[in-house]
């Protein structure tokens, strides 16, 4: 086995923890859920100085209706000089994520890709990044992608997660920033996963379990350096689109390296970068 081989294999050990451990949490999470609900039901209502309130969890405020496409209700400030330290070109935001993550109940049809493409810009705290969303090649993903983008789900969320070695990624999608957040509903199974396991620089595609392919949400991944992520017993990755500019901001980004992991497993970038606004249209 080459040096190289050896690489791709360790990290894709790595990968394949780190997925693990995500799983984990999100079970504990479902739980710790599941418990608020009961705990809420049991105290229905409660009657304050003659008037009563009902207590709602998160799962129990769930928007189902189709979102405005300007909608926004994150609060984003990014400091109004770039960093003064020359290693770190970004600005360094001041973010206010979401108190409480949209939650949606079901999964957006896959016809409202409408076999189009769309171009799908994202706002970040280090330059905008544009992609290329192509709703023939992976019409659920897409669906998915600009349905939340409409929403104003990611804005005011940050990148939780960078790998440098082995594989190149930027990990978006989270309104959490611990890797275990999402919209309140899964898809799958994997579509326009590349059959050679090579995702080229610029390419976006969606985050799962490891071996889970129906556990897609909200959470996507920038390649910013031609890498191979084998397969799983799921298959590949979904690959949604390609980014037509903005590479150089996630190239930016992972140029100043990932952190070593914090508490929920992750390995943020060390130059932090969030997103501001996002919007989308069809081509």
Same mark, same amino acid.
């Given at each position: 086995?080459?040096?190289?081989?050896?690489?791709?294999?360790?990290?894709?050990?790595?990968?394949?923890?780190?997925?693990?451990?995500?799983?984990?949490?999100?079970?504990?999470?479902?739980?710790?859920?599941?418990?608020?609900?009961?705990?809420?039901?049991?105290?229905?209502?409660?009657?304050?100085?003659?008037?009563?309130?009902?207590?709602?969890?998160?799962?129990?405020?769930?928007?189902?209706?189709?979102?405005?496409?300007?909608?926004?209700?994150?609060?984003?400030?990014?400091?109004?000089?770039?960093?003064?330290?020359?290693?770190?070109?970004?600005?360094?935001?001041?973010?206010?994520?979401?108190?409480?993550?949209?939650?949606?109940?079901?999964?957006?049809?896959?016809?409202?890709?409408?076999?189009?493409?769309?171009?799908?810009?994202?706002?970040?705290?280090?330059?905008?990044?544009?992609?290329?969303? +192509? &709703?023939? =090649?992976?019409?659920?993903? $897409?669906? /998915?992608?600009? *349905?939340?983008?409409?929403? @104003?789900?990611? +804005? &005011?969320? =940050?990148?939780?997660?960078? $790998?440098? /070695?082995?594989? *190149?990624?930027?990990?978006? @999608?989270?309104?959490? &920033?611990?890797?275990?957040?999402?919209?309140?509903? /899964?898809?799958?199974?994997?579509?326009?996963?590349?059959?050679?396991?090579?995702?080229?620089?610029?390419?976006?595609?969606?985050?799962?379990?490891?071996?889970?392919?129906?556990?897609?949400?909200?959470?996507?991944?920038?390649?910013?350096?031609?890498?191979?992520?084998?397969?799983?017993?799921?298959?590949?990755?979904?690959?949604?689109?390609?980014?037509?500019?903005?590479?150089?901001?996630?190239?930016?980004?992972?140029?100043?390296?990932?952190?070593?992991?914090?508490?929920?497993?992750?390995?943020?970038?060390?130059?932090?970068?969030?997103?501001?606004?996002?919007?989308?249209?069809?081509?």
């Amino acid at each position: 086995m080459t040096p190289k081989d050896r690489e791709r294999a360790y990290e894709k050990r790595r990968y394949e923890e780190w997925q693990a451990r995500l799983a984990i949490k999100q079970a504990r999470a479902k739980r710790a859920r599941r418990t608020a609900l009961i705990v809420g039901s049991a105290l229905l209502t409660v009657f304050v100085i003659g008037g009563a309130f009902v207590l709602l969890n998160q799962d129990d405020s769930v928007d189902t209706a189709t979102p405005a496409a300007s909608a926004s209700e994150s609060a984003v400030t990014p400091s109004a000089a770039a960093s003064a330290d020359p290693k770190n070109p970004c600005p360094a935001p001041t973010v206010q994520p979401p108190a409480k993550p949209k939650q949606f109940k079901s999964v957006p049809s896959a016809s409202d890709a409408g076999d189009k493409t769309w171009t799908f810009a994202i706002n970040t705290t280090c330059g905008k990044v544009t992609i290329k969303l +192509d &709703g023939k =090649k992976a019409p659920q993903a $897409v669906s /998915s992608m600009v *349905f939340l983008a409409k929403a @104003g789900y990611f +804005d &005011g969320t =940050k990148c939780h997660r960078l $790998v440098t /070695s082995g594989i *190149f990624v930027l990990q978006c @999608g989270d309104p959490t &920033g611990t890797g275990t957040g999402g919209p309140g509903y /899964s898809y799958g199974p994997v579509e326009n996963a590349p059959k050679n396991d090579l995702y080229k620089a610029g390419t976006v595609a969606m985050a799962r379990q490891g071996g889970n392919a129906k556990s897609m949400g909200s959470q996507f991944f920038l390649v910013y350096k031609d890498s191979t992520i084998p397969s799983d017993a799921a298959g590949g990755y979904t690959v949604l689109g390609d980014i037509t500019k903005g590479l150089d901001v996630v190239e930016k980004v992972a140029a100043g390296g990932a952190a070593p992991a914090d508490a929920t497993g992750n390995t943020p970038p060390i130059r932090p970068v969030s997103i501001v606004t996002t919007s989308v249209s069809a081509d």
